[in-house]
């Protein structure tokens, strides 16, 4: 089973409307970090933020924000106003510290959500 | 500057011939990961390492071998490539539990 669900393959929004990316993760640690990741048509991979599970404040950075709700297994990411610039595979990403003794250097990604923001 | 740089960059090789993809890092982090990407699939893990001289297989190990015989440093080994392992590969570095992880720019790899 998918740790972390990204239902949206693919979205299409115009400049400057608002859109939200979907993120659902199943894990049954109680400590455990989120991410997000940002894969612009270059292809790198670019570090967007990290929740904690005792964390629950939304955060806010910009356009970006994102919002986590541990009673639905959710951490969701929205662009406000989007901009061309904006249109990538953004990726959600569980890392859970007790993982079989591993180190967290594991991340369990989502499938990616393409998105493309037209002017 | 901190980063995490892969070689090379894109690779075309054929069937069966052996290649390294290089990983080095300058961040002394303790965690070093491969992955590869595929269409429809996002990333998976291949190998992973906890520090020098300790590595585990990760979701997809099969066809790849690794080795950490410096903090810095984690090669990802293709003995005898096949088609399928034509993929984009990611290699990440981290400094302890949680934290995000760093990643090169990828190797794009195609193997005909």
């Known amino acids: 089973a998918q740790k972390v669900t990204q239902a949206q393959t693919e979205i299409s929004v115009v400049e400057k409307e608002d859109v939200t990316l979907d993120c659902v993760y199943e894990?049954?640690?109680?400590?455990?970090?989120l991410f997000w990741y940002k894969q612009p048509p270059s292809g790198e991979l670019v570090f967007l933020i990290r929740?904690?599970?005792?964390?629950?404040q939304n955060e806010i950075s910009g356009r970006y924000s994102w919002n986590f709700q541990k009673s639905t297994s959710s951490f969701n990411f929205t662009i406000t106003a989007s901009q061309v610039v904006d249109s990538a595979v953004y990726f959600c990403?569980?890392?859970?510290?007790?993982?079989?003794?591993?180190?967290?250097?594991?991340?369990?990604f989502g499938r990616g959500t393409q998105l493309t923001v037209w002017p | 500057e901190a980063q995490v740089t892969q070689n090379p960059r894109y690779l075309i090789t054929v069937t069966g011939k052996k290649l390294t993809v290089t990983c080095s890092q300058n961040?002394?982090?303790?965690?070093m990961s491969w992955y590869r990407q595929d269409p429809g699939l996002g990333l998976r893990q291949i190998y992973y390492?906890?520090?020098?001289?300790?590595?585990d297989k990760g979701d997809v190990p099969e066809g790849y071998k690794v080795s950490r015989k410096e903090k810095r440093n984690f090669p990802l080994i293709l003995e005898s490539p096949s088609p399928n392992q034509t993929s984009l590969y990611f290699c990440?570095?981290?400094?302890?539990?949680?934290?995000?992880?760093?990643f090169g720019q990828g190797t794009r790899l195609t193997v005909v």
């Open positions: 894990t049954r640690d109680t400590t455990y970090y």
């Open positions: 990440a570095s981290s400094s302890r539990r949680g934290f995000g992880a760093f």
């Open positions: 390492s906890m520090n020098v001289e300790v590595t």
């Open positions: 990403a569980l890392s859970e510290p007790s993982d079989r003794g591993s180190t967290l250097g594991r991340l369990y």
């Open positions: 961040m002394n982090h303790e965690y």
């Open positions: 929740r904690n599970s005792f964390d629950e």
